[in-house]
C-alpha cells in the first residue's frame, strides 16, 4: 500500500515538473526591425517599401543578381544566383548577421569589389587565417558575401560555404546585384522546376 | 541422382531468376543519350546533347549557358534544363 502510494506521489510531482517546463516561456532573441522592407513579386521583381510606407517596384529583368533571405526566423537562411534570362541556377545556404545590432540590413545593392583573399579590418581573426577570403564586397560599411561558417551568424556579412562560394565568386561580376531581403523566395525555384519538369516530360513524348 | 536432380532444378530457377531481373531494366539503345551516367533517352539532337553537356556543367559549379541559344532553341533549352535537373539529383544521391 505504502509503495502504491509512493508511486502515485512520484507520478504527480513528476507531471507537475513536466507541466511547469511546457508552461515555461521562452524568450527568443529579436531581430532589429529594417527600415526597408523588401518583397519579391516574381523571380525579378521586387516591392521596395521605405521606412515612410512610399512603395516601388524594382524590376532586374536582364541582369545577373543574388537574392539573399536571411537566416532570421520566416525568413530561409538561403541565396540564389539568377542569370540574365530570370533563370534560378544556383541554391545555397548562408548565414546572415546575428541580432543585437549586426542585422544585414534589406537592400538592393551593386557588387563593389571582389578578393580572393582577405582579412576583415574591424574583427580580424585572432589565429591570423583569412576570414574573408572570397570576398565579394557589396556595401561600403563592409558588408560582404564571403566564405564562412553557415552555421553561425555573422557580424553582417553573409557567409557561404566553400563550395558554394568559389561557384558564386566565379560567376559574379561589378554589374551584378545583391538583393538582401527577409521572408522567402524559394517557391520561385519550385515554381521553375516544376514548369521545367513539365516542358521536358511534353517534349521527350514527341522526340 | 538426386543431387542431381536438385542441382539442375536450381540452377533453372537461379537461371529464371536473372532472366527476369534483366528484363525489367531499361533498354538501352545504340541511340540512347547518356551523359554523366545518365540515359537522356534516345535521338536527341546535337542542340538537346550542348544542353545537357551545359547544365551538368552548370551543376557541378561551372556555370555554362549560351543566353542566345537559350532563348531561341527550344531543344537547347530543356536540355539544358533537363541536364541541371538530372546531373543534380546525381550530386545529391
Same mark, same amino acid.
Not at chain 1, 529579436?30 to 518583397?39: E, L, R
Given at each position: 500500500m505504502k509503495k502504491i502510494l509512493m508511486t502515485i506521489a512520484l507520478l504527480y510531482v513528476s507531471g507537475a515538473l513536466i507541466q511547469a517546463e511546457e508552461? $515555461?516561456?521562452?524568450?527568443?532573441?529579436?531581430? =532589429?526591425?529594417? !527600415?526597408?522592407? #523588401?518583397?519579391?513579386?516574381? #523571380?525579378? =521583381? %521586387?516591392?521596395v517599401i521605405d521606412k515612410n510606407g512610399q512603395s516601388k517596384i524594382v524590376d532586374l529583368k536582364g541582369k545577373k543578381f543574388i537574392v539573399v533571405s536571411v537566416s532570421e526566423p520566416g525568413s530561409e537562411g538561403k541565396s540564389y544566383a539568377i542569370d540574365e534570362d530570370g533563370l534560378i541556377w544556383w541554391e545555397n545556404k548562408i548565414s546572415s548577421g546575428a541580432y543585437g545590432g549586426h542585422e544585414t540590413p534589406n537592400g538592393i545593392y551593386p557588387i563593389l569589389l571582389k578578393r580572393r583573399y582577405h582579412m576583415s579590418s574591424t574583427h580580424?581573426? &585572432?589565429?591570423? #587565417?583569412? !576570414?574573408?577570403? %572570397?570576398?565579394?564586397? %557589396?556595401? !561600403?560599411? +563592409?558588408? &560582404?558575401?564571403? *566564405? @564562412?561558417?553557415? !552555421? &553561425? *551568424?555573422?557580424? @553582417?556579412?553573409?557567409?557561404? @560555404? /566553400? $563550395?558554394?562560394?568559389?561557384?558564386?565568386?566565379?560567376?559574379?561580376?561589378?554589374?551584378? =546585384?545583391?538583393? #538582401?531581403?527577409? +521572408?522567402?523566395? +524559394?517557391? %520561385?525555384? $519550385? /515554381?521553375?522546376?516544376d514548369a521545367y519538369k513539365k516542358e521536358i516530360k511534353a517534349y521527350k513524348k514527341k522526340h | 541422382m538426386q543431387y542431381t536432380n536438385i542441382f539442375v532444378v536450381g540452377a533453372v530457377a537461379i537461371g529464371l531468376l536473372l532472366s527476369s531481373c534483366s528484363s525489367k531494366q531499361n533498354h538501352v539503345s545504340k541511340n540512347n543519350f547518356i551523359y554523366n551516367g545518365i540515359n537522356f533517352g534516345t535521338d536527341k539532337d546535337a542542340s538537346y546533347k550542348q544542353g545537357v553537356q551545359d547544365g551538368c556543367y552548370t551543376t557541378a559549379g561551372n556555370y555554362t549557358k549560351n543566353s542566345n541559344r537559350f532563348n531561341t532553341d527550344k531543344s537547347y533549352r530543356l536540355g539544358w534544363a533537363d541536364g541541371r535537373l538530372q546531373c543534380e539529383q546525381r550530386i545529391q544521391k
Open positions: 508552461n $515555461r516561456q521562452v524568450t527568443l532573441p529579436s531581430f =532589429k526591425k529594417q !527600415n526597408t522592407t #523588401i518583397i519579391p513579386r516574381s #523571380i525579378t =521583381k %521586387f516591392e580580424p581573426s &585572432a589565429d591570423g #587565417i583569412n !576570414n574573408m577570403d %572570397f570576398e565579394m564586397l %557589396f556595401d !561600403n560599411r +563592409g558588408y &560582404a558575401l564571403h *566564405l @564562412g561558417n553557415t !552555421n &553561425a *551568424l555573422s557580424h @553582417g556579412c553573409i557567409h557561404i @560555404g /566553400q $563550395r558554394d562560394v568559389a561557384t558564386m565568386f566565379k560567376w559574379v561580376d561589378k554589374k551584378t =546585384k545583391v538583393v #538582401i531581403m527577409r +521572408g522567402k523566395y +524559394g517557391h %520561385f525555384l $519550385r /515554381q521553375e522546376v | -
